[in-house]
């Protein structure tokens, strides 16, 4: 297979974890105009939760379920006790999620060491498959693949029912929502809880192809705010679109600027901002 | 009584170095002056003018990075503070221009992002800043002939900045232009309605600042005689913004109380424990949590409740 195709690959398997990773990012940050600093952390205390599971011989899908579980109970703990306090107060809540993210990634390394642990790639996904004649990675295009099943359901989840009819109304306009009787607080707790799930599922299924490691909670918040930023906050479509563009930058900046990876990554999210603050598909000015 | 205060306080300070014993305290009283105008430099946004950021460190961190290039490549020292002051300014510039395009959230949020661009560099371009080894210099310099290398003599120079530090932010808050920041950070709107350039003002108190930024950065790096990427990392620009908050936002003399706090800790705490991030955490949440308006305005408050006021 050509470096190309490789990298291309590569591209779509990152945008898919980054899509996961920033879709719940997006939408607290939409509803909640929460910046929740520690959503990097809700990624790697997934990774970390699952492979003590899967140390203990839970099966991999199972163990990243669960452990996505862990970290929406523990992000649900957050909100309700913590961010419910701090309504409208940008710079506490700034403090506390980035306070939140010391201790967890302090937490982490007291509990799991300073070693990358690596998490097997479940059997059945080993090897490669072979499409149009080629072969590519069965892991890397099931990671995609599940990535657009989630796109597609909290698709369905936002736009076709009455939930997710609730959900739009509290980001296009809270007040409003309330005094129609949405319970927006409920809806901002399961919000909250649904982007720590997904953040935390997709910290195990990336952790096959990332390993876990100190720091990826740090190199994964950026990848993460740079999709919103791109893509425009609360937005479903901005947060796909966002992180595909993100994947696709990142491994093939790597590739030709190896030095300079950082700065290509983030010179589009420049280009956006200055031409189109709210980001491509955002609707008003963050 | 509070001028007779303050000169007692500067009384106090400037003889640190004659009545505490050990190099080490008073390396660790250069250290809180130097993150005490780091502080006061990152206060001006966040205090004075609403905006929060957490990419200084990148602003800290370039002013070291461009000091070390050029004493590396031999230039002179008034040489190296000018360049690298400059340098800082411009770079300012160019990050106010972008993180002026969204205030609150997205302020914060692109205020990451470039700091976390700085810090890339700062780790992976290794042929311009070495990568995670980071930079020597040789020395630290000689103004007018005295000797810096002792920790008294920097001290007493970290002292004299950190004075001139503290009058420009009494000028700054005093001025006309300083209760215009003030105003675009409770009431942009109305501050337009009155004809003000709030986009202005805003850029010019990014640039203030940045320049305050750059000057700890400079002296930071004088101080350590090295810079590595830990010193632009989000950690550092948080640490700075932990600072401002636990002393009390927009006060004066908050962010140095603050400085003195996390720097004291830090020493303290790593002296005891490795798990310094953690307490780290656990103070920022502690104080957003039970004293949102930080310590020294929270530490008043307690105190005038305990007098049954």
Avoid at chain 1, 222 to 230: E, G, R, S, T, Y
Avoid at chain 1, 239 to 259: D, T
Avoid at chain 2, 211 to 225: K, M, R
Wanted: one cysteine or more.
């Amino acid at each position: 297979m050509s470096l190309w195709l490789l990298l291309a690959v590569n591209s779509v398997t990152l945008g898919g974890l980054l899509f996961l990773l920033s879709v719940g990012f997006s939408l607290i940050f939409g509803l909640m105009k929460i910046p929740n600093l520690a959503h990097g952390s809700f990624f790697m205390l997934g990774a970390y939760l699952s492979t003590t599971l899967i140390a203990r011989g839970v099966d991999f899908w199972t163990a990243a379920i669960v452990s996505g579980l862990g970290v929406a109970v523990f992000g649900g703990v957050v909100e309700r006790f913590i961010l419910r306090r701090l309504p409208g107060a940008e710079l506490a809540q700034v403090l506390v999620t980035l306070g939140l993210s010391f201790m967890v990634a302090d937490v982490c390394l007291m509990v799991w060491t300073g070693d990358p642990i690596r998490i097997d790639t479940p059997a059945a996904l080993r090897g490669a498959t072979s499409l149009m004649g080629r072969g590519f990675p069965t892991y890397r295009l099931a990671i995609s693949l599940i990535a657009l099943i989630f796109a597609a359901g909290l698709w369905a989840l936002l736009e076709r029912t009455r939930l997710g009819a609730m959900i739009r109304a509290g980001v296009d306009d809270p007040a409003m929502a309330r005094v129609v009787g949405i319970r927006v607080s409920r809806l901002f707790t399961m919000v909250f809880c649904l982007g720590a799930w997904l953040a935390g599922f997709a910290g195990v299924i990336g952790g096959p192809i990332l390993s876990v490691y100190p720091g990826l909670d740090g190199e994964m918040l950026p990848l993460a705010l740079v999709v919103v930023i791109l893509g425009g906050s609360g937005s479903l479509l901005g947060s796909l679109v966002g992180s595909f563009i993100v994947g696709f930058l990142y491994n093939f900046g790597q590739a030709m600027f190896p030095e300079l990876a950082y700065v290509v990554l983030f010179l589009p999210m420049l280009i956006v901002l200055v031409v189109r603050p709210q980001g491509l598909f955002g609707r008003q000015a963050v | 009584m509070k001028r007779w205060t303050l000169a007692a306080v500067l009384a106090i300070l400037a003889t640190v170095p004659l009545w505490v014993s050990g190099t080490f305290y008073v390396n660790i009283a250069s250290q809180i002056l130097l993150y005490a105008i780091f502080a006061l430099g990152v206060n001006v946004l966040a205090g004075y003018a609403g905006l929060v950021s957490l990419g200084h460190a990148g602003l800290f961190g370039i002013a070291a990075y461009t000091a070390a290039k050029i004493l590396g490549a031999g230039g002179g020292h008034v040489t190296v503070a000018a360049a690298a002051l400059a340098t800082t300014v411009v770079v300012s510039a160019a990050f106010a221009v972008l993180a002026l395009r969204g205030t609150g959230l997205g302020f914060v949020m692109i205020t990451v992002a470039l700091g976390q661009i700085v810090w890339g560099v700062a780790y992976r371009w290794i042929g311009l800043t070495n990568g995670d080894n980071g930079i020597s210099i040789v020395a630290r310099p000689s103004p007018f002939g005295l000797a810096l290398a002792t920790p008294r003599s920097f001290y007493w120079a970290t002292f004299v900045v950190f004075l001139v530090a503290i009058a420009s932010m009494a000028a700054f808050v005093g001025s006309p232009f300083g209760a215009a920041v003030r105003g675009t950070r409770d009431q942009p709107r109305r501050m337009t309605a009155l004809g003000y350039n709030v986009w202005m003002i805003r850029f010019v108190a990014f640039l203030f600042s940045g320049f305050w930024s750059g000057v700890a950065g400079l002296l930071y790096l004088y101080y350590n005689q090295f810079v590595s990427p830990q010193a632009v990392a989000l950690t550092a620009s948080a640490e700075a913004l932990l600072m401002v908050i636990s002393g009390g936002t927009g006060t004066l003399l908050g962010p140095i109380v603050g400085a003195a706090l996390v720097v004291v800790i830090k020493n303290v705490a790593s002296a005891y424990i490795e798990r310094w991030n953690f307490v780290l955490g656990a103070i920022f949440v502690g104080i957003v949590v039970f004293m949102p308006e930080g310590l020294v305005p929270g530490t008043v408050r307690v105190w005038r409740r305990g007098r049954g006021r």
